[in-house]
Structure formats: C-alpha cells, structure tokens
C-alpha cells in the first residue's frame, strides 16, 4: 500500500535555529497533509498540499510539494519553544479516503 | 466550535471487562476514523466510516467494533479488552476539502 517516508526522526535544535523535515515516497501523491502534535496533546492539521512544485507559508513554517509529487518538506525558520512537537505527513488514499501518516519527526527546541 | 469529542480521556480497566470510548463530531462530516498511537508504531487506523451505517476495517481492527448509527456519533467497543490494547486512541473526522480533526485523544490502560 501506499506509504510515505518520513525523515529524521528526531531533530534537537537551538532556539534561533532553523529545522526541516522531509517526507518521501515512491509514488506519485495525489497530496499531502502537514500535522502538527503537541506533547500530550493530539494531531492538529496544518496545511494540504495539492499541486506540483507548490509552496505555501503560514508564518515561520514553509511547505513545498515536490515537482513530482513524490516528496515534500516542511521548513521552520528561526524556531521558538513553541515549535516543540512532532511534525508528521500523511497522504489521504483516494479510494477510502484513509489517512496515512508517516512515522514524525519530534522537534525539542533549547532555548 | 468545531470539534471532535471523546470521553474519556483517561481509563483503567481491567482484562476482559467490556467498555466503549465515544466519540461525537459537530462539523456535519461524513468521514470518520479511529486510530491508535503507539510508541515507535505511529499512528494506526483501527476503522473508519464513509457514512451512516457504513464502515470498514483499517490497517489494526483486530478486537475492535464500532458502529455509525447516526452521522454525528462513532464509538469505539472494546469486547474483551487486552493489555496489548492498551494505546493512546484518537478519534477524528474528516470534511471533503479540509485535513482530519482529532479528539483530545484516550489514554487506556488494560491491566
């Protein structure tokens, strides 16, 4: 089935610091979804993703969606104590409209 | 305001006692999902519902029911619980155009 890659796994970062993860697969997507959870907390979405080579920006978090829709990364510039959490992708399979995650990157921030 | 609801968010129970953990959505959402998460596993979908009275089996149903009796209600049974059920449990719905939003999430225990 379908499956995306999700890398690194952990991330510890100064604050100040800028952070990126990647997502990746070996078929095409038809989109794909940004998540965010809080410690203790549960996933919040952030953004979708639906075009080739599109890039969009929520503040300090910059999304891009590879011109082959086969990847995507998520960028924080400047990261805060806020940032703190795990980032995960996931892809909605078209056919039961299932949300598949990949595995998150956990980001700690030192201030 | 929009949301997912589950009760409860904390349960211990013990090995075989029958309990259900209900979820509610005010958003009108046709899609809805359960999903447990596990340390070093993700996040798994248990099952899902297209729609009122219909639903299948995700990638981890194994001691589970659910049951969509009415759009807004999807509560997950746990028949003869198992301490291998014990997880962290989200539910969440989903709108045509937009990303899941997930409960709060439950934490149960199965001693």
């Known amino acids: 089935g379908q499956q995306v890659m999700q890398i690194p796994q952990y991330q510890h970062v100064q604050e100040g610091e800028d952070f990126t993860t990647y997502c990746n697969s070996s078929?095409?997507?038809?989109?794909i979804q940004w998540y965010k959870q809080r410690p203790g907390g549960h996933p919040v979405f952030l953004i979708q993703?639906?075009?080739?080579?599109e890039v969009k920006k929520q503040k300090r978090l910059t999304f891009q969606f590879g011109e082959a829709k086969k990847n995507s990364s998520l960028h924080i510039t400047a990261t805060q104590t806020t940032d703190v959490g795990t980032y995960f992708c996931?892809?909605?399979?078209?056919?039961?409209?299932?949300?598949?995650f990949g595995q998150g990157t956990t980001l700690q921030v030192k201030p | 305001e929009a949301q997912v609801t589950q009760n409860p968010r904390y349960l211990i129970t013990v090995t075989g006692k029958k309990l259900t953990v209900t979820c509610s959505q005010n958003?009108?959402?046709?899609?809805m999902s359960w999903y447990r998460q596990d340390p070093g596993l993700g996040l798994r979908q248990i099952y899902y519902s297209m729609n009122v009275e219909v639903t299948d089996k995700g990638d981890v149903p194994e001691g589970y029911k659910v049951s969509r009796k009415e759009k807004r209600n999807f509560p997950l049974i746990l028949e003869s619980p198992s301490p291998n059920q014990t997880s962290l449990y989200f539910c969440?719905?989903?709108?045509?155009?937009?990303?899941?939003?997930f409960g709060s999430g439950t934490r149960l225990t199965v001693v």
């Open positions: 078929t095409t997507l038809s989109n």
């Open positions: 996931a892809v909605i399979a078209s056919n039961t409209g299932k949300l598949i």
């Open positions: 993703l639906v075009k080739s080579g």
């Open positions: 969440a719905s989903k709108s045509a155009s937009y990303g899941y939003t």
């Open positions: 958003m009108n959402h046709e899609y």
